[in-house]
């Protein structure tokens, strides 16, 4: 969930419709409803906010839609005031148990859950469509479960910015036919502390470079050294993993559909592999989370 939660509400009968992107006009063509039409009685109106004190409506609501709109951001201000109370809402029958309602449950995940877990969580979610969320919403038990502390955040960032530079990266080059860059990364040093990041964001920013000039973006080296270089330059364990999550490519200048799908599904592959291993608990976070 953004800044704000939206939801549009059908005027013959309080139906919601919403997305976990929080765009209205894509909740009403996957409602499958009629748009709007000018001169005509609104078929829906649309809201936003975050609690029953800062909802905003578009539109003029009659008597359905108001309780509709009121019961249901009244009941989200609940949930994010205190999750462990309202957690039923999330579960069963509850109002946001569907997976419509994925931002809302990664909002109250991001309350608890290990930052740089949920940031790779996050990015996956925004970026690799319906895949992307549905392998979310089922990792998210793990990822809130998993044990927290500074050292294990500082960790789990190494971690992936390791994960992207000598993982996903040289898999992407093998796709792409290029060993010899692939094991250039592979042979980077581990990624685990600031030295070993300069080091690893120079040798794929070096790979990111001879692949330019062959294939039309070198996007897993790129993103792979955006990895390294965010805790080189600042230790920034949740950059590393935004990174991180955006590490793959539609690598070839002319990669066919079947070679971007081959790749996609590669990575969202790799990805849960990893999001299993940082999700590791904190007495085995040493061992386990090594590439």
């Known amino acids: 969930m953004c800044e704000f939660h939206s939801i549009c509400v059908r005027a013959s009968d309080g139906a919601v419709a919403h997305v976990p992107t929080n765009s209205h006009s894509t909740a009403v063509s996957v409602a499958k409803w009629r748009e709007n039409e000018p001169n005509k009685?609104?078929?829906?109106?649309?809201?936003e906010g975050t609690n029953s004190d800062n909802v905003t409506i578009r539109g003029e609501a009659n008597a359905v839609q108001k309780k509709v709109i009121a019961r249901h951001y009244e009941s989200l201000g609940k949930l994010l005031a205190d999750p462990a109370k309202h957690s039923r809402m999330l579960k069963g029958a509850g109002i946001f148990s569907g997976p419509e309602y994925l931002d809302v449950h990664l909002a109250v995940a991001r309350k608890t859950a290990c930052p740089v877990l949920m940031r790779f969580a996050d990015r996956i979610a925004e970026r690799y469509g319906d895949e992307g969320k549905k392998i979310v919403r089922e990792m998210l038990p793990e990822i809130q479960k998993a044990a927290t502390s500074k050292a294990l955040t500082a960790?789990?960032?190494?971690?992936f910015a390791d994960w992207a530079v000598r993982t996903v990266a040289p898999a992407m080059c093998d796709r792409a036919k290029r060993p010899a860059e692939a094991a250039r990364l592979r042979a980077i040093n581990e990624v685990t502390d600031r030295a070993s990041a300069e080091l690893a964001t120079r040798e794929a920013r070096s790979v990111r470079d001879i692949l330019w000039g062959v294939y039309r973006?070198?996007?897993?080296a790129y993103a792979a050294a955006d990895a390294a270089a965010a805790y080189a330059a600042s230790a920034d364990a949740y950059a590393a993993s935004a990174a991180a999550?955006?590490?793959y490519a539609a690598y070839a200048a002319a990669a066919d559909d079947a070679a971007y799908a081959d790749a996609h599904s590669l990575f969202l592959e790799m990805a849960v592999q990893a999001i299993k291993k940082a999700c590791e608990t904190k007495k085995c976070a040493e061992t386990a989370l090594k590439p």
């Open 245 to 247: 999550a955006s590490a």
């Open 155 to 159: 960790r789990r960032g190494f971690f």
């Open 41 to 47: 009685s609104p078929f829906f109106v649309e809201a």
């Open 217 to 220: 973006t070198a996007y897993a």
